[in-house]
């Protein structure tokens, strides 16, 4: 436990539950497990290693429209609103708004993770120490209570980037979205980071580095179920797999078992057959059209939408009914 002046206000986060949920997605009669389970600290570095890949556009692409059209985020925005990010914000994305809002009120990072969490706030706090830094340790798929800023909030202002939303199913992304409307509260705003629908080789290279990054962080999935779920997945008995599906529109991130072989997890024994995978990620990419009809399901009107260029990525600014 470190000293520091944030504290974390804690909420509706069951790490109980994540061995449960493991083992309901291994019992499947198509493995999956959950991107969340990606994000420990090795995986977190792997992420980061990720962004920086020749192949993995989106991060430097959202980055570069960000800082494009930063001026005008800024005025849309308005003075003293209250920054809520879902997940906990450490890159650079962030540091760009809390460096050119207008006297923000407060900037309320929300995550289950804690530590991951405390540490990221942590850090812009003392990069920031004009702006007051309220950290949430919470699930943000469920609805949660916002802390008070000392300076009264003009409006809300809910900031998802990364394209996160597209690790969501379509009915879930639906969902967060609604809970995002009822967090903005009347005035308020949601600007969201959306990758794009485009051409599945572009897709597929992002997703299958030639440095084998990506391999990498999908394979640690495994290694974090044997650390902290007493699971012996043997890694050199799984490869990593990225395909594009048209249909749903999505990348597809799969561990496929290279032999048959049997595997335990908290003493119950799972088997494979050779060629059989476990489906650990699904990244949804969106047309523009498709974005804003779930948008508006939401109670959201698209106001803005800024992109790059080719086309490969978008910052959207949506604006609540
Ligand atoms: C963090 C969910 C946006 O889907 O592109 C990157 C995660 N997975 N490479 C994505 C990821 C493999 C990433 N998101």
Not at 33 to 45: C, I, M, V
Not at 264 to 269: H, I, M, P, R, T
Not at 286 to 306: H, I, K, P
């Amino acid at each position: 436990m470190s000293h520091s002046a944030i504290e974390a206000h804690e909420q509706n986060a069951d790490s109980a539950a994540d061995l449960n949920e493991v083992l309901q997605g291994l019992r499947q009669p198509r493995k999956v497990l959950t991107p969340k389970f990606f994000y420990d600290e090795r995986g977190s570095l792997l992420f980061e290693q990720i962004t920086e890949l020749p192949e993995y556009y989106p991060t430097r692409t959202e980055l570069a429209i960000m800082r494009e059209n930063i001026h005008e985020i800024v005025g849309l925005i308005g003075p003293q609103a209250s920054l809520i990010e879902f997940g906990s914000g450490s890159s650079m994305k962030t540091r760009i708004l809390l460096e050119c809002l207008d006297h923000l009120a407060a900037y309320v990072p929300v995550d289950i993770s804690r530590d991951h969490l405390l540490a990221a706030a942590e850090a812009l706090a003392a990069e920031f120490p004009h702006i007051e830094v309220l950290p949430v340790v919470a699930d943000f798929t469920q609805p949660f209570d916002l802390p008070q800023p000392k300076v009264m909030p003009l409006r809300n202002i809910v900031y998802f980037p990364g394209s996160t939303i597209g690790n969501f199913m379509p009915d879930a992304a639906q969902a967060l979205l609604e809970v995002m409307y009822q967090e903005a509260k009347e005035d308020g705003a949601l600007l969201i980071g959306v990758d794009l629908k485009k051409d599945t080789a572009i897709l597929e290279r992002a997703y299958n580095d030639s440095a084998g990054v990506t391999a990498k962080f999908n394979l640690n999935m495994l290694r974090r179920l044997n650390n902290e779920f007493s699971a012996n997945f043997d890694l050199d008995k799984f490869e990593h797999r990225a395909i594009y599906k048209e249909s749903p529109g999505r990348i597809e991130m799969h561990l496929v078992s290279t032999s048959a072989q049997e595997v335990s997890v908290a003493g119950e024994v799972f088997h494979f057959g050779e060629g059989e995978s476990i489906r650990t990620e699904c990244s949804h990419k969106y047309t523009l059209e498709e974005f804003e009809a779930m948008a508006e399901r939401a109670g959201f009107s698209v106001n803005r939408v800024w992109t790059d260029p080719e086309g490969l990525f978008s910052v959207q600014y949506c604006l609540r009914l």
